[in-house]
């Protein structure tokens, strides 16, 4: 067993793009359930229509690359506002199930053979990253980084990706010292005291669900850039739970939580698999296939996420009182 | 120190299950093949890749190519000639670039593993069918199937002379769908009225409720392959899914309600023993679709309608089972007590209830019931597999939804909506956007009346 390159491959698993977009879409389900209080079982739908919205508008029409993203935010938007009208006034466990219903229903739709045309049904769509990849700025060839080689694609993507989540936790932090964010951790503690304030809660609820939202979608286009490929099964339910894990490991309130929490969970994924197949090939576990060790991993996630909840729901970075439930 | 000891013996438990559980399943492969409808053809070995089986039906046919054994989207098949077997016929599936054949076996079955779901184009050779043996007119061939979310479909080659698809008016089709439907809206209801009491006893959404759906066809499935009767197998599955509810509610939920924890936070530990069970099953399950036995059984004709015998005694069963739940809630103390704790705990245990009894008594009944459930479930796609309850989890939260969070006659009634509009909506829609409708019937009922059919105003706050 190599120790070194298995540690390697988890250290490694902090600068990729999948990381990235983890971080990202988690820190839309922060600004979602950490800060308003809004249950969002959906974010993998989110990330779906983001996704989509960029590979269709590319594939069907040739649109450019801003063009294609300006389409993919606005589908999100729109996702957002179909989603909070029918929800937003009822309980929390009512925009759970409505969320994931919802998710579901936009996966089956891009699944469908009816419109395999235009989305590529259960195959999904490639071939879509090019107006992306004739933008780098970096030369052909292999850069090497500390211990790490990437080649002019994998540096311009990481680049792009890492700084959008830069960005995007800027904005967020700036967003929620400002008024705006008293108010919607307000809905978060007691909605009833801050519509007694004269507060449109309905309304800060709405624009709440529609900027964790966006983000969901951004990191749905940095999800599937780097694979060149966008397929339905990637956006089942359980997407959303692996972006709950992480939001949870990292601090659901904070702004660096989901960030760190998204890399931790990869980074603990990649290190069990790195010495489970390890102990396999070397003959120290012989009571497990390589099958079975990636589905232990698994059940690793499901145990995590109760252990989290139950024993620290604040995470890593959270301050406990600022939890949306006692 | 409570925490840590009811953690502790919380993992005890769980140990204990996941250990009768693991000897179970080692025990089941080795009998697997007496009570499975063997795969036609053994010849492959199951590591082969996808490109070498694609080169291997490229480079020579008959006996070396393929039946895609070591996939678990399986298309599937009877064939039968007067209502007897027609075993040797080669059947060829092909599509996403990849290709499989196979030959039906002697009880007629015929099985192809693919790689992916998508659509793929069968055609059945028919030149190895027996001397006199045709496919019926208007029976295409080949023709395209396309997987529909599930991770099994049944394509049927009519043999014979003269023989048509029955239901070819539009009247008759909706009759036969809308039976189905309530024969599938029934077996929801099973398991939404175990959701609907836990809810509304406990005010818990829980989202592993579809893994409890699975490990009751699960343990039917062991049971069964360990050689025990059908009848005997069933009915320990269904009390493997009450000691499944009991261990849960004694292990996990009580201590956490002790705790005082929240509904949200318990709503996402629900979300994460959900994953952690289905990959725990998938663990020892594996990750292939398996038969119960007598998974293949004759269309009855009843008047104008045909329906297959199995999905009749599961509408039977669950119709049953249902009236009984009912009248138990109605007429029996424990009923009443139950439907107490339902309308105001702190009330229910001022008045001497014992509540923590009557929720654990309804959770070990919300378990069998959603054990019964995955079994008829099982029959109705079908087979079982691990993901099986995860696939109907959002429809029977539609179910409660619908009919109210927390009244046990509204699960009833809207699963029954739900069965019937994702049957009969497959007159008009393509088969794979089938759960769609019912999903925005549930969305667009809570924009009209939020708190469903039968619940009431206070319960939605």
Known sequence: ?326 | MGRISALARYMGMLAAVVGVFAGLLLAAPAVHATTAPPPASESTAPESSTEATAQDSEDSGGDETSNGAEYQDRISGVLRNAGAPVAGVTIKASGNGYEAETETAENGSWSIGVPEQGAYEVELDESTLPEGVALAEGQQNPRTVTFAGTSNITTLFLLGEGIVLQGDTFGTKLIERAVAGLSFGLLLALSAVGLSLIFGTTGLTNFAHGEMVTFGAVLAFGFSALGLPLWLALVLAVVGGAGLGYVQDAGLWRPLRRRGTGLVPMMIVSIGLALALRYTILFFFGGATQQLPDSQSPMLELGPVSISRNNLVSLVVSLVVILIVAALLLRTRIGKATRAVADNPPLAAASGIDVDRVIRIVWMAGGALAALGGILWAYYRPGVSFNMGQQILLLIFASVTLGGLGTVFGALIGSIIVGLFVEISTLWLEADLKYVGALLIMILVLLVRPQGILGRRERIG
């Not at chain 1, 029918?86 to 309980?91: S, V």
């Not at chain 1, 933008?135 to 052909?140: G, I």
């Not at chain 1, 960030?259 to 012989?286: D, K, N, P, R």
């Open chain 1, 1 to 326: 067993m190599d120790f070194g390159n298995i540690l390697l491959g988890a250290v490694n698993e902090f600068f990729t793009p999948t990381t990235a977009a983890y971080a990202l879409a988690a820190l839309g389900l922060a600004v979602h359930f950490g800060y308003t209080g809004l249950l969002n079982f959906g974010q993998a739908g989110f990330m779906a229509i983001g996704a989509y919205g960029f590979a269709i508008p590319t594939l069907s029409f040739n649109a450019p690359l801003p063009v294609a993203l300006l389409i993919a935010m606005l589908a999100s938007v729109a996702f957002a506002v179909l989603l909070g009208l029918p929800t937003l006034r009822l309980r929390a466990d009512y925009l759970a199930i409505v969320t994931i219903a919802a998710a579901e229903i936009i996966r089956y739709v891009v699944t469908t053979n009816g419109l395999t045309e235009v989305t590529g049904s259960a195959n999904g769509l490639a071939a879509f990253e090019g107006g992306f990849y004739s933008l780098n700025p970096f030369a052909p060839g292999q850069y090497n980084l500390g211990p790490f080689s990437l080649n002019e694609r994998d540096l311009w993507i990481r680049v792009v990706a890492w700084t959008v989540v830069a960005l995007a936790c800027l904005v967020i932090w700036l967003l929620v010292r400002s008024p705006w964010g008293r108010v919607v951790k307000g809905i978060r503690e007691d909605e009833n005291a801050v519509r007694s304030l004269g507060k449109n809660v309905y309304a800060y609820k709405m624009q709440a669900l529609i900027i964790g939202g966006m983000l969901g979608s951004l990191a749905g286009i940095i999800f599937t850039l780097p694979r060149g490929a966008v397929q339905p099964a990637n956006y089942g339910t359980e997407l959303t739970f692996f972006l709950y894990t992480a939001l949870l490991l990292g601090g659901m309130s904070t702004v660096l939580g989901p960030v760190i929490g998204a890399m931790i969970f990869w980074a603990v994924l990649s290190l069990t698999q790195g010495l489970l197949y390890g102990a396999i090939e070397s003959g120290a576990i012989t009571f497990l296939n390589t099958t079975q060790a990636g589905q232990l991993r698994y059940i690793l996630v499901g145990v995590a996420l109760m252990l989290l909840m139950i024993f620290r729901p604040q995470g890593v970075l959270g301050n406990k009182k600022e939890l949306s439930f006692a």
